[in-house]
């Protein structure tokens, strides 16, 4: 993931909203590269229950052809799909092997 | 429409006529009748409002977080520990710029427990970047939920509206409703221009460098510095709309008087009374009641206590191991600029009724000093 390093818009105090925002929505800040155990679906067992889908704290897994799909420039690695997974299909598998 | 109500009705009613969008409250004790009332306003249809029931204080803040950024005026109501509960995001409400009102009413915290009043549990959110009305009666509590949105939503900080437990929020009182087209005239709908937006999002409040975490805090102190002259302004506008009028502080017979009273709360018309009652007798005693906590009026506690010889903060409350909360306020701001006495009784703690003998049981005991001679005085206690 190529990382960007962005221009701060404001220069000056009077310039700033009365709170910090984003300059972007959180889909323009990949967070994948944080994760160290990548969560793998083993959907030959999937009851596709959704349980998973509605857990992920990050909306990191999508809903494609009634099938859950982890997206990898999200997900973070909690493992919370894993342990609320009532089929014991998702593994936690360590990245880089 | 003048009606006999309680004061927690009267928060009810005020936050009824400020047509309040969402109203987020944890329902059980230390709840009160306030939001009691506002669900059946809300189910009965008469308010067109979320009335959102959730599991905790700080849940109940978190949902008017949400709302208010949501672009929605939001409102709650709690008491003690369902305010400390509350605390860290009262920061996070304040920080975020939210104009969330809320009503405290002031209950003495736990252990051991209590129900009556206080004002431990609001002075202890002293420094989270709400502003504080401290009120003496129910008309001005309603008004004083009204007037507040229109302050908050001019300088984007949250007021929390604070009356007295029992002396206040059980009490019955003649309260003129005022007419509903009046208020939407001297309060229009809140407009948001930082509303969350789904065609344009953006997260709001996340990390933020030492580069610039200190410019939004200057923003935050320059917002309730300029709190202060719109409240001065809104008192001067609320008293043209609705013909009563609500200063930062209200002096009484402080011209002349050698020895000044400043209290706040329902304890403040007490100690009115009481300077009635001395002032027959000859004795030149006034009283100020302090109405704004923050943001604080420095230049009109000055100005009112400049030709007073000694000065009196009676507290309801007490910051263990120093002295009372609004002496330590009147103190600092008449450091440097008059070198007056302050004397600071406490008094009333837990709900102990506060007499106008107990006024002039103080000012009596003053009179033997010249100076304090000790960092407070405890008010009727049992040794």
């Not at chain 2, 949400?66 to 672009?71: D, E, F, I, N, P």
């Not at chain 2, 001065?232 to 011209?255: C, N, Q, S, T």
């Not at chain 2, 304890?267 to 009115?272: H, Q």
């Amino acid at each position: 993931m190529a990382k960007e390093r962005k221009k701060i818009e404001f220069q000056k105090v009077d310039d700033l909203p009365p709170m910090v925002q984003s300059q972007r929505s959180m889909a323009a800040n990949p967070t994948g590269s944080w994760r160290n155990l990548k969560p793998v679906i083993d959907l030959g067992q999937c009851i596709q229950c959704t349980i998973c889908w509605k857990f992920c704290p990050d909306a990191a897994i999508d809903w494609v052809d009634d099938n859950p799909v982890i997206n990898l420039d999200f997900c973070k690695g909690c493992g919370i799909c894993a342990e609320e997974c009532p089929k014991k299909c998702i593994a936690m598998v360590k990245e880089g092997k | 429409m003048k009606k006999v109500m309680m004061g927690n009705h009267a928060i009810s009613h005020g936050a009824t006529l400020a047509r309040v969008q969402v109203i987020a409250a944890y329902p059980i004790t230390p709840q009160t009748q306030v939001v009691e009332l506002l669900s059946e306003i809300v189910a009965d249809g008469k308010l067109k409002a979320e009335f959102i029931k959730v599991e905790s204080e700080h849940s109940a803040m978190a949902a008017c977080i949400g709302a208010s950024s949501a672009g929605a005026r939001a409102f709650t109501a709690t008491s003690a520990q369902g305010l400390a509960l509350m605390h860290e995001l009262l920061h996070w409400a304040a920080g975020a710029r939210l104009p969330i009102v809320m009503a405290d009413i002031n209950r003495a915290m736990a252990p051991p427990w209590t129900i009556w009043t206080d004002q431990n549990d609001s002075l202890s959110q002293r420094d989270t970047g709400w502003m504080q009305f401290y009120c003496q009666s129910n008309q001005e509590v309603l008004d004083s939920v009204i007037m507040a949105y229109k302050v908050a939503e001019k300088v984007l900080m949250p007021v929390m509206i604070v009356l007295d437990a029992f002396s206040l929020s059980h009490t019955y009182e003649i309260v003129d409703l005022p007419d509903q087209a009046l208020v939407d005239k001297y309060l229009p709908p809140f407009d948001y221009k930082y509303k969350l937006n789904v065609s344009d999002p953006h997260t709001y409040g996340g990390l933020t460098t030492p580069d610039w975490y200190m410019e939004f805090r200057v923003k935050m102190q320059e917002a309730m510095e300029q709190a202060l002259g719109v409240i001065k302004k809104e008192a001067v506008e609320f008293e043209k709309a609705f013909g009563r009028r609500y200063d930062p502080v209200e002096p009484y017979m402080v011209e002349d008087a050698d020895i000044v009273l400043v209290t706040s709360g329902t304890a403040a018309s007490t100690a009115r009374f009481a300077v009635d009652q001395m002032r027959q007798k000859g004795k030149k005693v006034g009283n100020l009641r302090m109405r704004l906590l923050r943001p604080f009026p420095f230049a009109d506690v000055r100005e009112h206590l400049k030709n007073a010889k000694k000065v009196i903060v009676v507290d309801r409350n007490i910051s263990y191991g120093y002295h009372g909360i609004w002496a330590q306020e009147v103190k600092s701001a008449l450091y440097g600029h008059s070198k007056v006495p302050v004397f600071n009784f406490i008094a009333g703690l837990g709900g102990r009724d506060i007499f106008p003998e107990t006024f002039v049981n103080i000012v009596n005991q003053v009179k033997k000093m010249k100076r304090p001679d000790q960092e407070l005085y405890w008010v009727e206690v049992k040794r």
